[in-house]
């Protein structure tokens, strides 16, 4: 990770997605789209089972692009919620990855 400018128009998000996210593809499938989009972070499982959890960072119209993508996840998932939350931090991510 790298340290951002202040005057960056970096935007990052802590994310919840539940429903049937685990054991579908959904990370893979979130890794492949926040590369698409061009949005930095991580996704991991839940310990929950029943979640997954994904900090997203990029410009605002990326990240908004990227959360209305979780809504609906890929085939094979059934999201119930996304809960995010604006996540301060003057550090910024160099990739999308799994954790």
Same mark, same amino acid.
């Given at each position: &990770?790298?340290?951002?400018?202040?005057?960056?128009?970096?935007?990052?998000?802590?994310?919840?997605?539940?429903?049937?996210?685990?054991?579908?593809?959904?990370?893979?499938?979130?890794?492949? =789209?926040? @590369?698409?989009?061009?949005?930095?972070?991580?996704?991991?499982?839940?310990? %929950?089972?029943?979640? #997954?959890?994904?900090?997203? =960072?990029?410009?605002? %119209?990326?990240?908004?692009? &990227?959360?209305?993508?979780?809504?609906?996840?890929?085939?094979?998932?059934? #999201?119930?919620?996304?809960?995010? =939350?604006?996540?301060?931090? %003057?550090? @910024?991510?160099?990739?999308?990855? =799994?954790?």
């Amino acid at each position: &990770m790298k340290r951002l400018f202040p005057d960056n128009s970096v935007e990052t998000v802590s994310v919840r997605v539940t429903g049937r996210v685990q054991g579908v593809g959904f990370r893979a499938a979130s890794i492949r =789209q926040a @590369h698409k989009l061009g949005i930095t972070g991580w996704v991991r499982n839940a310990t %929950d089972l029943s979640s #997954v959890e994904a900090m997203l =960072q990029g410009p605002h %119209d990326k990240v908004d692009r &990227m959360l209305s993508w979780l809504l609906t996840g890929p085939p094979g998932a059934r #999201v119930d919620e996304v809960s995010s =939350q604006v996540f301060v931090t %003057d550090r @910024h991510f160099d990739r999308f990855d =799994q954790w």
